[in-house]
Structures are given as structure tokens and as C-alpha cells.
């Protein structure tokens, strides 16, 4: 990182920064509108980017580790280190707004909101699903495995189109 950088990027500028790397499985959306990049601090001369994996074994969380440090690169910050954080879990609910009008525009279902009394913390998905092509909730769930672990596949009745959902965890 040169000097000049770093006394004209701030932690909320490196996160404006960020919001350009695109979620590698679901390209419609970038890390920090995924909720994946925690938090960014600047520590003496290195910036630590916190991130937290969408399940433990996320296959794409190397590829959004790299793809955070290229970014940086690419803007000449070259101390920069990624604190991987576990706890708290990462949730749907870290989801922005955008991020879930996002997926529904792309043909992917958004999760609802994780139910906060839910009994099963294993199971914890929408009651209705609501079909991203047509917004019927005239839909069956066909297969709990999508074309990633984060999505399953759905079929609306309604315009007999097959989608997927990003699963509510």
C-alpha cells in the first residue's frame, strides 16, 4: 500500500471499493451486498478485510478472497490481509435489500427473512417461496440442492417455469 493511498482511503472508501467484486457464483451481486465482507480496518500501513464464509465449506470463498485482494491491487494497496471470523455465523439476514431485488431480477428466488423463534436451526428456510419470474407463491420445492449448496430448486404452477432459491439459513 503507498503511502498517498492510504491517507486518501478510509475503511468506508476500501468498502465502495469492494462493493465492485461480484459474488463469483451469483454475479448480480458483490460481496459486501452478500454480507460476506464483515468488516475493513486500516492498521498502520495494512488493511484487514473481515470476512465470514456463507456455509464452512463454500467452495467460492477462495475465489472472494482473491478476488477482494486483486481489487485492492488493482487500486495499489498491496498490505492487505483477509481475517477469516466464524462466529457470529453468516446469515441471509445480512442480505441487503438491494442485494435480495438483485437476485429476483436475475431469475433467483431471495430468502425471506430466518425466522427468529425457529425451533430447527438446521432447517431454517421461507414457508412461501415466490416464483422470481412471475411472483406466484403457487411453488413446490423439487430438489433441496441447486447448482450450488446455497440454492434449491423450485417449480412454479403457476407459469410452469423451474428456478432457484438462495436458501433462507
Not at 491491487?73 to 462466529?87: A, F, P
Not at 430466518?114 to 421461507?126: I, Q, Y
Amino acid at each position: 500500500m503507498t503511502t498517498s493511498t492510504s491517507m486518501r482511503l478510509s475503511p468506508e472508501g476500501i468498502l465502495e471499493l469492494l462493493n465492485e467484486v461480484q459474488d463469483p457464483e451469483i454475479p448480480v451481486i458483490s460481496v459486501v451486498e452478500l454480507g460476506v465482507v464483515r468488516k475493513v480496518e486500516i492498521e498502520a500501513d495494512q488493511i484487514i478485510v473481515t470476512m465470514t464464509p456463507t456455509y464452512s465449506g463454500c467452495p467460492a470463498m477462495r475465489v472472494m478472497e482473491q478476488d477482494v485482494v486483486a481489487k485492492l491491487l488493482e487500486h495499489g494497496m498491496t498490505n492487505v490481509r483477509i481475517q477469516t471470523v466464524l462466529s457470529p455465523p453468516w446469515t441471509t439476514d445480512w442480505l441487503s435489500d438491494e442485494a435480495r431485488e438483485k437476485l429476483r431480477k436475475y431469475g433467483i428466488a431471495p430468502p425471506g427473512k430466518v425466522p427468529k423463534a425457529h425451533l430447527d436451526p438446521f432447517r431454517k428456510k421461507s414457508e412461501i417461496v415466490a416464483c422470481p419470474l412471475c411472483e406466484s407463491t403457487d411453488t413446490k420445492l423439487t430438489s433441496e440442492f441447486g447448482s450450488t449448496a446455497c440454492k434449491a430448486f423450485y417449480h412454479c404452477n403457476a407459469c410452469s417455469q423451474p428456478f432457484e432459491q438462495f436458501k433462507c439459513i
